[in-house]
């Protein structure tokens, strides 16, 4: 029962950043997902402001909201959950907890990369990149993976040590919110982009741990599943 009501706790947040998202969307659509003023002075300024050493440093802060470190996190938090909800009626039901964090990366991944294509809002001009970039621009794909990512291991460690949940929720903020940064600081990305990336993982990251996805335990029934993370 407990479960139950963490389960719809959750769900009521993750509705709201949802429908944040959407209202960001909405901003964005009504200007013709061309920037706000407030957006093109944010590039502007970045791109005025680029001594060497900061872009190198943003460079390989940036680097990390893609390719396989994120999936490494979501793969340490499906280790630290495995070890925290022993034992396990089989090994099967060990290698779901382990890979539910992954799957859901994933699953998320392909819900942004089609959000993104539905949206299809232009870049800031290639003129003011200072990295190299694809695709459209919103939701940001790094500003979302990173902080879908950090939010995976954060919650994980939250469930394995309760009082570990504001160090860990403080983390993952600081890790999404620097290389979101970044996006707009190389020039890759409107600040909206990146909103729209943390409010779409932070309701994705919400809605995962309200699912009931995770099998019982040892001793429980073979029907009974309970909460995520």
């Keep these: ?22 209202a960001v969307a909405v901003a964005a659509a009504a200007n013709g997902w061309a920037p706000y ?11 005025a402001h680029r001594p060497s050493a900061a872009v190198t440093a943003a460079k390989a802060v940036t680097a ?3 390719g396989a470190f994120p999936y490494l996190l979501a793969l340490a938090a499906g280790l630290v959950l495995v070890r925290s909800v022993r034992p396990y ?19 998320g991944q392909l819900l942004r990369q089609g959000l993104m294509h539905a949206f299809a809002r232009p870049r800031p001009p290639v003129a003011d990149w200072a990295f190299t970039a ?28 309760p009082g570990a949940r504001r160090p860990a929720a403080a983390a ?30 932070t309701a994705w990251l919400l809605l995962g741990s309200a699912l009931p996805w995770r099998p019982g335990r040892h001793g429980e029934s073979p029907n009974r599943v309970t909460t995520s993370m």
């Design 134 to 161: 694809s695709g459209f621009a919103f939701p940001s794909g790094h500003s979302f993976t990173s902080a879908l990512s950090a939010g995976l291991i954060a919650l994980a460690a939250a469930r394995a040590r």
């Design 89 to 107: 009626r089989s090994g099967r039901a060990a290698a779901a907890v382990l890979l539910a964090p992954v799957l859901w990366l994933a699953a």
């Design 37 to 47: 003023g407030f957006e093109q002075a944010a590039v502007d300024w970045a791109v």
């Design 64 to 66: 990390l909201g893609t």
């Design 172 to 201: 993952a903020a600081l890790f999404a919110a620097v290389i979101g940064l970044t996006r707009v600081y190389l020039g890759v990305h409107w600040p909206l982009d990146v909103l729209g990336g943390w409010l779409l993982a």
């Design 1 to 22: 029962m407990a479960d139950r009501v963490s389960a719809r706790r959750t769900a009521a947040p993750a509705a709201a950043c949802a429908a944040a998202f959407g």
